[in-house]
């Protein structure tokens, strides 16, 4: 059987790998729309956190199997159709992610200043399609929308020591942005309460742990709480514990003053968490060109736990800042009219990762379930849908006894449209000149920003 994955972050690497563990004959060919493999992995996990990238040697591994083959540079559904893949493979699987955001549709929202946090994220990750977003970082104030890791990323590599990020692999211009940035205080705004965040414990430990950075948490949030988490799930609560602890810890014997005094004094910089308040407005400065503050509807919960809504109370708050960052979630986007797509839910309409009433195509990831979870999250959701495609195959809904040419007809097709794609083998190069430049600054690696430039250098 032939098998094509269609993106090569994690879904589809997991998805590739679990196919060819279990089936002896199985070949898989990764399309990938970048010069560059790993999605999210390269494009999303944050340069401060390396460790988390360490899923990279497992894809190598995969990739340089010789039943498995990586195709960048390959738009899917405009160099190739999904329909021309469904004729040269017996399965086709999409995991192409989630490549948009959601928008907070209020007014004020393509004001300068304010900025997605994908674009944000992409921007000092690298992603080549952010790279010359210049965010505005000459203010005091920034305010992020969101309570999910991504907004705790932001928030950290803002008011992180530039020692710090200097060690990682954060790409040389926004590294040189940072070092000019005026920003010295962090607002991460929800519209739900302390018991809703979507982030967790050990992004938020990293947080209050920060160098010369102080949390600044109102204790009033916090009353009561207590009572209210005694039988919530473990990591719910140990979280709730840790956000009350930071509120109200107690000066030590020192005049409140000078204790005061001196955590500034040792903290020049600050963040914060703010609850119950829904960006209304974008508030506009005085020539209409930039952001200079957002109105938030203040909002009272109705229901308790994960399924508490925020109603707006009819009262609001203004909030000065001129940095805006909305980060409330990603969006999958439909890949080829040929493929059904749920524009409500942001999916392809699946079960088990079978695609509704197309056999032969399946999805994994964050286009099959929402951009929700962890790199674990997408390996278990890739597992299955690979389990689907292994079932099918066993059972005969796949029928392999006609022969596919896959990448063969493929090829074709792409030279055809004056198309060249990118082996693993040319990555690998690519990765290795990386890796050389961030040697000489002391750096893990310098990403190349520019895929002209990933060209140029494997002779494209």
Known sequence: PRVCVVGSGPAGFYTAQHILKHHDGARVDIYEKLPVPFGLVRFGVAPDHPEVKNVINAFTQTARSERCAYYGNVTVGRDVTVAELQQAYHAVVLSYGAEDNRVLGIPGEKLSGVYSARA???????????????????CETALIVGHGNVALDIARILLSPLSLLRKTDITDGSLAALACSK????????????????????????????PGARPVLNPADFTGLENAIKDAPRPRKRLTELMIKTALEKPGDKTVEAQAAAMQAAAPREWGLKFQRSPQEVL???????????????????????????????????????????????????????????????????????????????????????PTGVIITTMNDSFDTAQSVLEDLQVGVLDVSTSREGFGAVGSILRSRGVRPVSFSDWEKIDAAEVARGKAAGKPREKIVDPQEMLQLIGH
């Open 120 to 138: 944000f994220v992409g921007w000092y990750n690298g992603l080549p399609e952010n790279r010359d977003l210049k965010p505005d970082l000459s």
């Open 183 to 210: 920003v010295k205080r962090v607002w991460l705004v929800g519209r739900r309460g302390p018991l809703q965040v979507a982030f967790t414990i050990k992004e938020l430990r990293e947080m209050i742990n920060l």
């Open 284 to 370: 506009p400065t005085a020539d209409g060109q930039r952001a200079r503050g957002v109105r938030m509807a203040l909002t009272r919960l109705e229901g308790s736990g994960d399924s508490a809504k925020a109603v707006p109370t009819g009262d609001t708050e203004e909030l000065e800042c001129g940095l805006v960052l909305s980060s409330i979630g990603y969006r999958s986007l439909p890949l080829d009219p040929s493929v059904p797509f749920d524009t409500q839910s942001g999916i392809i309409p699946n079960s088990s990762g079978r695609v509704q009433g197309v056999p032969g195509l399946y999805c994994s990831g964050w286009v099959k379930r929402g």
